[in-house]
């Protein structure tokens, strides 16, 4: 697991490597998020445990203003990455923290020298229009049936070619 921590003091945010101790405000948020914006579509019978998939290269939190704010993990997927459980706390977005905690997987992915990709479903609004600023490009759509009316396809992007 990566153990470095990033601090931009321009945001006020510090993303750093997440700790057991933040698991249950992390599942406090990731109940906010999902009661106000439906993420994730199906609540997990293990919060804590959907939180940290045996697959992560590394677990990382937000912190804003000396609390957690948001989430993020990094997956390997084969010998690419992933990012997934990336969620903010509702009553700070659209403060940077979101596109905070992507970059910090871009950087990542980079430095492990994976390929790195995303997926979310279609009726999440702000998420995909997080990932179209930030520069990723959407690859493809796959129909889904685990969605019920609220989602049909999964989205998958590619982040920003560095240059």
Known sequence: MRLVTNTFRETGVRIRNRRDEDLDVCVGLLRAVHEQAGYPIN???DPRGWLTPASRLGC???ESDGRVAGHVVL???GDRAEVERLFVDPAV????IG???LDHCVTTAAELGRELSLEVVDNRGAAVHLYRRAGWTETTRTPID???EQATELIRF????ST
């Not at 590619?158 to 070619?161: A, E, N, Y």
Request: net charge positive; proline share 13%.
């Open 43 to 45: 609540w997990p019978e």
């Open 146 to 148: 685990w969605g019920g």
């Open 75 to 77: 997956t390997a997927v």
């Open 93 to 96: 977005t659209r403060k940077g």
């Open 158 to 161: 590619s982040p920003p070619v």
């Open 99 to 101: 596109r905070r905690l």
């Open 60 to 62: 990382w939190v937000a």
